[in-house]
């Protein structure tokens, strides 16, 4: 084996290729702000004002990334997340403003509830038979109306994040009828109830006031639960299927890209902190660090990666040839 091995071997026998084209990129755009504002649990990542989305979003597709996935902190929320799908709310304006200036960038948005209601969950809570949840048709409507606007804007893709029941379908029709067939769906299919996402309810604003996630996302023990999730969203009419949180759950990934669609594993808030704190503390090396965990999601078979470090990665890969 180890005449393989050799540093000159080595690189033309390597499997997986990571490439700028495999990532996308989280960014988090704030209708409260002017400044950018710098998220204090994941260091290095900022909340950006709507004036700034244009130029951030051309800076990266300058560097080669082709991919960002918008999630947007609104000036108000309320029980229904009226703002979540206004015409003038902060995602449209940013994905407007993003097409005009770099019209090549995929624009994807996350399309869901918990960043504009104002108890935090999902999508449209009532009472049930085990006492206050999270409505499952009543929320679908909902996430008609959010997508049908972000695809006015211009979003190349939505991506719905809420775990409902026949979400994805509900989302394919009222897409079609509104003329948006061109509008790709990239869904959360398979999202566990992580304890990963700490960092992401601080950068988002968009913790609970009450209950847990635990009714709509996927208990982490659970391997079959988790691919019959992503197996539905595949019927239903999903174009790209995901796997969230990723790195403890690549063994789920590999078996999801066997149902033959495009997989994306989302390296979530609280993997990217974990990497980010112990090599600030000079634990670990981050850029080995995180092109190792990027590389192994690759090859996991992920399709593309959504990671907080996506920014970091033209410059590393430079620096390797
Ligand atoms: C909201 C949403 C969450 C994340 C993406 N969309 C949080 C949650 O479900 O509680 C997590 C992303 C991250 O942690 O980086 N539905
Ligand atoms: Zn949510």
Partial sequence: MRRSR????????????LALTD???????????????????????????????DSIAKNLCDDGLRAILLFGIP?????????????????????????????????????????????????????????????????????NRISISHAEAGADVVAPSCMLDGMVGSIRSALDEEEHE????????????????????EAADSGYSFGDRTTYQINPANAREAFLESQLDAGEGADILMVKPVGFYLDVLAEIATLGLPVAGFQ??????????????GWIKEKEAVLESLTCIKR???????????SDVPRWLNEKS
């Fill in 300 to 310: 996991a078979g992920a399709d593309l990666i959504i990671t907080y470090f996506a």
């Fill in 182 to 201: 061109d509008v790709l769906i990239m869904s959360y299919s398979t999202k566990f109830a992580s304890a990963y996402y700490g960092p992401f309810r």
């Fill in 75 to 143: 000036k108000n929320k309320d029980p229904k997340a009226t703002s979540a799908y206004d015409k003038q709310g902060i995602v449209q304006k940013a994905v407007r403003k993003i097409k005009e200036v770099v019209p090549d960038m995929v624009v994807i948005t996350d399309v869901c509830a918990c960043e504009y209601t104002d108890h935090g969950h999902c999508g449209i809570i009532g009472k049930t038979r085990c006492g206050t949840d999270l409505l499952n048709d009543a929320s679908l409507e909902l996430m």
């Fill in 23 to 53: 990532l996308v990129v989280p960014l988090f755009v704030d209708e409260n702000i002017v400044k950018n504002k710098p998220i204090t649990s994941m260091p290095g990542q900022f909340r950006y004002s709507l004036n700034n989305i």
């Fill in 6 to 17: 050799s540093r000159t071997i080595q690189p033309i026998l390597q499997q997986t290729q």
């Fill in 268 to 281: 979530v808030s609280g993997e990217y902190a974990m990497i980010k704190a112990a090599s600030q503390k």
